[in-house]
């Protein structure tokens, strides 16, 4: 059975950065449409990064673009999120998340459309 696991979290100062890795299991990674979600205490999962079957092919939510990128690499089976000039209000668990059937190089960006999901990681921005 695939699985996703994410490593790279911890407690970094606003401002500092981070870096998120997802790595898969199986053999089909390069077919998996990726994405990053968080979620904060209280508040419902978003999302905040997408990238297609090809690395060029990218999407942000608003509150992380220009700050946060989104990587893959298909020889590793890994995603990656850099995230730079991080804020208190980046607190969050962060789930790497796939879309395992994708047909085309699409970018998803809706919570249902995924339906593999890491354990989630977490980050805590302190002031």
């Known amino acids: 059975q695939v699985q996703l696991v994410e490593s790279g979290g911890g407690l970094v100062q606003a401002g500092g950065s981070l870096r998120l890795s997802c790595t898969a299991s199986g053999r089909t990674f390069a077919n998996y449409a990726m994405g990053w979600f968080r979620q904060a205490p209280g508040k419902e999962r978003e999302f905040i990064a997408g990238?297609?079957?090809?690395?060029?092919?990218?999407f942000y939510a608003g509150s992380v673009k220009g700050r946060f990128t989104i990587s893959r690499d298909n020889t590793k089976n890994t995603v990656y999120l850099q995230m730079n000039s991080l804020k208190p209000e980046d607190t969050a668990v962060y789930y790497c998340a796939a879309v395992t059937k994708s047909s085309a190089p699409y970018i998803y960006t809706g919570i249902d459309q995924y339906d593999l999901w890491g354990q989630g990681t977490q980050v805590t921005v302190s002031s």
């Open positions: 990238i297609g079957w090809s690395a060029s092919i990218t």
